[in-house]
């Protein structure tokens, strides 16, 4: 299982605080996925476990285009700002 999840940036002034609890949860649960890529400037400034982050969806598809992520499940969340969207074509 691979986790790709982008910056919410729904959030608010909560943002810093939730986005951290969610790195903080998914270290908690790291046995149940192969690879954690975290996207965007909120998720960047989190403590992240020695998860991969990336700045953007263009650095996605760069690394997604370089690294093959055949034969897994991979669950894709962000909002809207982020453009995950645009990452899929590369999966």
Do not use: C, W
């Not at 969610?22 to 965007?40: C, H, P, Q, S, W």
């Not at 400037?41 to 263009?58: I, N, Q």
């Amino acid at each position: 299982k691979v986790l790709l999840l982008g910056d919410m940036k729904e959030l608010g002034k909560n943002s810093r605080d939730e986005h951290q609890l969610i790195t903080d949860y998914i270290n908690k649960e790291k046995g149940a996925f192969d690879k954690v890529i975290l996207v965007g400037s909120e998720f960047a400034e989190t403590k992240r476990h020695d998860f991969m982050v990336l700045p953007d969806a263009k650095a996605v598809a760069d690394y997604l285009q370089k690294e093959e992520l055949t034969g897994h499940y991979i669950l894709i969340k962000g909002s809207n700002s982020t453009s995950l969207q645009s990452v899929v074509e590369f999966l």
